[in-house]
């Protein structure tokens, strides 16, 4: 299961926060800031996991990406499969990019719940719902068309 | 009228970097006024501005009614807003919960599919037993909606509702048989994933599913529905010696053909952990296993490591091959997989080989940095202590290696090799002498008396020294010469005085000890260079 997804930015701002396990509010923004300080340390050039207890628990993996600006941050239990979630980040970035054009950090800023709608159509509850790229866009383009939402009915198919 | 859009709070945010808590709370004040509105698109503004301050760290506990309201507003983007709000805030203190069965039941009956998606969701992360309780019939009746989204979301939430009402489980299952023979992809590995799940946690009683499985890994083409099954199957195997014959050829298949780096992975650990009896196979997935230990691609590296540490759990023989490239990993710029290259040498460690093996890392002590420093000495007395000293078999060369690591420069772990030298020196007679002619260096050595800030506490260790010497230090078969030593050490080293306390107590009580066998040697007691009043 996953228990958490983060997208924060170089400086540790919080860009979109999904905790599926729920945590109190101190000990989400606790994660949050532990994890930028674990994961900010790190070079390109490094794995993209990190392995610690300290943040949330035992079994819990910390699987990464840094792009540009923005680290997406996934943080699975034993059940995924750490290669595959790397994909997922892969694929959860693409659909943002599909629906923003050339997704940059401001987009995130401005219409995060959005990137909430998007994420909703990958994850679900902390299960893996989809991982098709064209199926996700394709139901966000139905969704914003119901919505009169701009940016979701844009979604490249 | 003049009501903050959510972009308006953002950009407000922005341009209150010196005193965002004071705006935020005026902006709180403001929703609070909002939130009593009639008015769906000015409620639901409010709420979605909610929602961007919970991700800042704010409390919105307080208006978890009005989230409710605003599920219940008839338009499909204001009731989202209020289901996203729901979403991320509730939890199972949240009473206002109670509230949402009907309304959940509602959607779930709509006859639009993107409602039926929404209540999913929602049920999704925010479900309860009794929430669970009222809704499962309705969303197993979903599992079969004509829409394959709807089908897909609703196998999906069946997962988080037997986890709070295990009760539904048994009439439902069938369902999900169904599901998992779909046509459709997403819906059946929806299906396999809810399986998947559900058999980690009992797995006993998913062996009868096993010719599923066993189809699944022959025919499918579906990668992360491959990937679950595997997984599973490493569980299962270990509990069905049968099962894992059965599935041999399979595997061999996958891993021999599959170009997806995940599902070769997967089915290395798989082996590891449950097929380890199978010769053929085992080989297989240490050929492919190497591979990955050599490849440029620093994910695979990592990934490499944990399979090792894994059949290494079977069989030491078996890592033997990679022990070379396993040691150059402890070298590696990635802590990530440093510590993996860590935990594996530690676990090579026996009886042959635990001088071997401690001096390597010793030598890696000298040459790495500081955090990882503290690490590594803290494994190398574990990994000596393990088991009670059973790979331990010569004392007076783990006193050695006391001694070296006492003096790693920022050393945290000054207690540690403390109650260690303490505890060899009081229970292994035969190396008490070697103990205290160790400790007597140690008094002697200057960095151990300026090795405290808060962290680094090595002059703890110097307690350990003064009580060796004086507890031992003064045996029959011990020189007065070497008494007279320890006691010119405890009782005027410069900087004793800047000792703990309760290291400079041990002190005194070694000077006592020490005086007392001088004493009793008829020779004089008075330390080399006479200074009667350097004692503290």
Redesign the interface.
């Known amino acids: 299961?996953i228990k958490g997804v983060l997208v924060f930015n170089n400086t540790g701002k919080?860009r979109?926060?999904?905790?599926?396990e729920?945590l109190p509010?101190?000990e989400?923004?606790r994660v949050i800031r532990e994890t930028f300080s674990v994961v900010s340390k790190?070079p390109n050039?490094?794995?993209?996991?990190?392995?610690d207890p300290s943040i949330w628990g035992d079994d819990c993996k910390i699987i990464y990406r840094h792009y540009a600006t923005l680290y997406f941050v996934v943080f699975a239990d034993d059940?995924e499969?750490?290669?595959?979630v790397?994909?997922l980040i892969q694929v959860f970035v693409e659909s943002l990019d599909r629906c923003f054009e050339n997704v940059c950090e401001l987009d995130l800023?401005?219409h995060?719940?959005k990137a909430?709608?998007v994420l909703?159509e990958i994850i679900?509850?902390?299960?893996?719902?989809?991982?098709?790229q064209q199926?996700i866009a394709q139901?966000l383009q139905?969704?914003g068309k119901?919505?009169?939402?701009r940016i979701l009915s844009r979604a490249r198919v | 009228m003049f009501e903050k859009s959510l972009g308006d709070l953002i950009k407000g945010i922005r341009a209150h970097k010196r005193d965002e808590a004071e705006y935020i709370a005026r902006c709180m004040e403001e929703i609070k006024t909002e939130l009593r509105t009639t008015n769906p698109k000015l409620k639901s503004q409010a709420v979605l501005k909610l929602t961007y301050l919970y991700m800042l760290g704010y409390d919105v506990s307080w208006a978890a009614f009005q989230f409710v309201e605003c599920m219940s507003l008839p338009k499909f983007s204001h009731k989202r807003i209020g289901y996203l709000a729901a979403s991320l805030t509730f939890d199972e203190s949240t009473d206002v919960i109670l509230l949402t069965t009907n309304l959940l039941k509602k959607e779930l009956n709509s006859p639009n599919p993107f409602e039926c998606c929404l209540a999913l969701n929602t049920l999704a992360n925010i479900v309860t037993e009794d929430l669970a309780r009222d809704v499962v019939a309705d969303v197993l009746r979903l599992t079969d909606h004509s829409d394959p989204t709807v089908r897909k979301r609703a196998t999906l939430s069946l997962f988080r509702i037997f986890l709070e009402f295990p009760d539904a489980l048994r009439p439902s299952f069938a369902a999900i048989q169904e599901r998992m023979k779909e046509e459709n992809p997403s819906v059946a590995c929806a299906a396999v994933n809810v399986v998947c799940e559900l058999a980690r946690k009992n797995p006993k009683n998913y062996l009868g599913l096993a010719p599923v499985f066993y189809r699944i890994l022959t025919s499918s083409a579906n990668n992360w529905m491959l990937i679950k099954v595997m997984k599973l199957v490493g569980v299962l195997c270990p509990l069905e010696p049968r099962l894992s014959k059965k599935l041999v050829k399979p595997v061999s298949n996958i891993m021999n053909n599959t170009s997806a780096k995940s599902l070769l992975y997967e089915s290395i650990v798989t082996v590891s952990n449950g097929m380890m009896e199978h010769e053929q196979i085992v080989q297989l997935a240490l050929s492919k296993l190497g591979e990955f230990l050599s490849a440029k691609d620093q994910n695979l590296r990592y990934l490499a490591l944990v399979a090792i540490g894994n059949f290494q759990r079977t069989s030491l023989a078996l890592v033997a091959p990679f022990r070379s490239a396993i040691l150059s990993c402890l070298d590696d710029p990635d802590r990530t997989i440093r510590l993996r290259a860590l935990d594996i040498v530690t676990g090579m460690i026996s009886q042959d080989n635990l001088v071997d093996i401690i001096q390597l890392i010793v030598n890696h002590i000298r040459t790495t940095d500081g955090a990882f420093r503290n690490t590594l000495v803290e494994k190398v007395v574990q990994a000596c202590c393990q088991g009670t000293y059973v790979h331990v078999t010569d004392f007076a060369w783990y006193i050695s290696v006391l001694a070296d690591l006492a003096v790693v420069p920022n050393n945290v772990h000054g207690v540690l090799i403390r109650d260690e030298l303490i505890n060899v020196a009081v229970r292994v007679k035969g190396v008490r002498n070697v103990a205290v002619a160790t400790s007597l260096r140690l008094l002697g050595d200057e960095r151990l008396y300026r090795a405290q800030t808060e962290q680094a506490n090595a002059c703890q260790v110097l307690h350990a020294a003064a009580f060796i010497c004086g507890e031992f230090g003064t045996a029959e078969d011990i020189e007065s010469v070497t008494i007279r030593s320890a006691l010119s050490h405890v009782l005027r080293h410069e900087t004793a005085h800047v000792l703990p306390g309760s290291v400079q107590a041990v002190f005194v009580q070694g000077a006592l000890k020490l005086s007392i066998a001088l004493a009793g040697r008829n020779e004089t007691v008075a330390p080399e260079g006479g200074d009667a009043d350097a004692a503290p």
Do not use: W
Not at chain 1, 46 to 51: A, I
Not at chain 1, 146 to 149: A, C, E, H, M, T
């Open positions: 299961m919080p979109l926060t999904a905790f599926y729920h509010i101190a989400q923004q790190r050039s490094l794995c993209n996991f990190v392995e059940s499969s750490e290669l595959a790397l994909d800023i401005f995060y719940e909430m709608y909703d679900m509850g902390g299960m893996v719902l989809e991982t098709n199926k139901s139905a969704q119901i919505d009169g939402d």
